[in-house]
């Protein structure tokens, strides 16, 4: 009796502490100024209440065999990460970053053209404003806009900042596309060495 009363107390500051681990790691995400990690805090909540809940399940039909037990405990921390963060938040962040490859594809489109019409220019101009917030944390909005500006200035195509622009934009579409889908990569590398990842792997390729 002793000894499931001990379990009882283990479970329940392990249940505890992960508590005050999503709270602090959801409030981070929540206020952080990436508007990928601003996608993930909600994500972090969900598996904090399933991790936790399947954690005081666990308390409520706790089984004699330790082994059990043991495996309860680590299939209340995987499962929750695998379907809470890791499937939701890689479809979240694949959807986020195909909205923001199409943003870049329609401005590099629109670049394009101004290199044999300057009639394009307003176009690229008003493309430019709208996803300005954007521009600016990719850091290409200061070249963008002087692009812009010098040919309003001289009415001439400037090639030179044309080039640059092009090479930026084309150069922030590749990170974009080559960027990590996964809502943590480092800790996949981690659970790389446990073999895990390979686990949360399939489970994405049988349901994509």
Same mark, same amino acid.
């Given at each position: 009796?002793?000894?499931?009363?001990?379990?009882?107390?283990?479970?329940?500051?392990?249940?505890?502490?992960?508590?005050?681990?999503?709270?602090?790691?959801?409030? &981070?995400? +929540?206020? #952080?100024?990436?508007?990928? $990690?601003?996608? @993930?805090? %909600?994500?972090?909540?969900? =598996?904090?209440?399933?991790?936790?809940?399947?954690?005081?399940?666990?308390?409520?039909?706790?089984?004699?065999?330790?082994?059990?037990?043991?495996?309860?405990?680590?299939?209340?921390?995987?499962?929750?990460?695998?379907?809470?963060?890791?499937?939701?938040?890689?479809?979240?962040?694949?959807?986020?970053?195909?909205?923001?490859?199409?943003?870049?594809?329609?401005?590099?489109?629109?670049?394009?053209?101004?290199?044999?019409?300057?009639?394009?220019?307003? &176009?690229? +101009?008003? #493309?430019?404003?709208?996803? $300005?917030?954007? @521009?600016? %944390?990719?850091?290409?909005? =200061?070249?963008?806009?002087?692009?812009?500006?010098?040919?309003?200035?001289?009415?001439?195509?400037?090639?030179?900042?044309?080039?640059?622009?092009?090479?930026?934009?084309?150069?922030?579409?590749?990170?974009?596309?080559?960027?990590?889908?996964?809502?943590?990569?480092?800790?996949?590398?981690?659970?790389?060495?446990?073999?895990?990842?390979?686990?949360?792997?399939?489970?994405?390729?049988?349901?994509?």
């Amino acid at each position: 009796m002793e000894i499931i009363h001990q379990q009882y107390v283990i479970i329940a500051i392990m249940a505890l502490i992960y508590s005050v681990l999503v709270f602090l790691v959801s409030r &981070k995400f +929540k206020n #952080d100024d990436s508007e990928r $990690k601003n996608l @993930l805090w %909600k994500l972090v909540v969900i =598996d904090g209440v399933l991790v936790v809940g399947m954690l005081f399940s666990l308390i409520l039909f706790l089984p004699q065999d330790i082994l059990t037990v043991v495996s309860w405990i680590g299939y209340s921390f995987i499962i929750p990460y695998v379907f809470a963060i890791e499937i939701a938040g890689y479809i979240k962040i694949s959807r986020f970053d195909d909205k923001k490859l199409d943003v870049m594809k329609s401005i590099r489109k629109k670049l394009v053209k101004t290199s044999y019409s300057l009639k394009e220019i307003e &176009k690229l +101009k008003k #493309d430019a404003e709208t996803n $300005k917030k954007f @521009l600016s %944390k990719e850091q290409i909005e =200061d070249l963008l806009f002087d692009y812009i500006k010098e040919c309003d200035r001289t009415g001439n195509f400037d090639k030179f900042l044309w080039e640059l622009s092009l090479t930026e934009i084309t150069s922030t579409i590749g990170r974009i596309s080559s960027r990590s889908k996964h809502p943590f990569p480092k800790l996949i590398d981690i659970l790389s060495l446990a073999g895990m990842s390979f686990l949360i792997a399939q489970i994405i390729d049988f349901l994509f």
